[in-house]
């Protein structure tokens, strides 16, 4: 398996504009997970989903965040409008089943100017 | 709210030597514990995960130990090498319905090793 599949790697953008993160879990696997890694904050969870349905999206900064999963190999986070205060790389993660190991993607770096 | 600390922030060391990452978490009800490598500019890599019920895990040399009740955890790495060098995270996923599937990390230890 390819494991976790994201999209772009990279991302640089203007204040204002909207921005797609794309990322594609390992075949099988029912959870996944969206973070962002700051040098402040760190690691968080901004959403997570089971079985394609939002659990829990408590992480999700503000209203500008939307994330999707339309069908079990593909998902989305969307910010609209994007803002400098939102550049961090972006990493999407799937697992299993519940409480089994996480596989993290490469992550997208966005850059906000 | 679930917080975990890992101490110390960084860690330099000499090659060969072996060495212990700190981990501490302040909600003791927690489902599993788990140890991440991250490289630089990298996605996070799965060393160990260590179940409620477990006091340790072993994978080559590292070796992961728990202390639920006191709310601890160590990663141990034995005889360290310069591809040692990375990011080390602990993150913690509650034992609660209400928890889900969530992790929560805490702010990593960056080693390096030095040849």
């Known amino acids: 398996d390819a494991g976790v599949i994201q999209s772009p790697r990279h991302e640089v953008t203007e204040m204002g504009q909207e921005v797609t993160l794309r990322c594609k879990p390992i075949?099988?696997?029912?959870?996944l997970f969206w973070y962002r890694q700051t040098m402040m904050r760190g690691l968080e969870l901004l959403i997570y989903?089971?079985?394609?349905?939002?659990?829990?999206d408590s992480g999700m900064p503000e209203d500008r965040f939307s994330a999707k999963m339309p069908n079990a190999s593909f998902s989305t986070l969307k910010i609209q409008p994007s803002e400098p205060r939102d550049s961090a790389v972006y990493f999407c993660?799937?697992?299993?089943?519940?409480?089994?190991?996480?596989?993290f993607g490469p992550g997208t770096r966005l850059l906000v100017l | 709210k679930q917080e975990v600390t890992q101490i110390p922030a960084a860690l330099s060391v000499p090659e060969g030597e072996n060495l212990v990452l700190n981990c501490s978490f302040t909600?003791?009800?927690?489902?599993?514990l788990q140890w991440f490598r991250q490289d630089p500019g990298k996605g996070l890599t799965s060393l160990l995960l260590?179940?409620?019920?477990?006091r340790e895990q072993t994978s080559g040399r590292l070796n992961a130990s728990l202390d639920k009740s006191s709310g601890r955890s160590t990663l141990y790495i034995a005889a360290s090498q310069p591809g040692d060098s990375a990011t080390y995270l602990c993150?913690?996923?509650?034992?609660?319905?209400?928890?889900?599937?969530?992790?929560?990390f805490g702010g990593g230890t960056r080693l390096m090793v030095k040849p």
């Open positions: 909600d003791s009800a927690i489902y599993n």
């Open positions: 260590i179940q409620s019920s477990q």
């Open positions: 989903f089971n079985n394609n349905v939002p659990i829990d």
């Open positions: 075949s099988g696997h029912n959870s």
């Open positions: 993150a913690v996923r509650l034992g609660t319905v209400n928890a889900g599937n969530m992790l929560t």
């Open positions: 993660a799937s697992s299993l089943m519940w409480g089994q190991d996480q596989y």
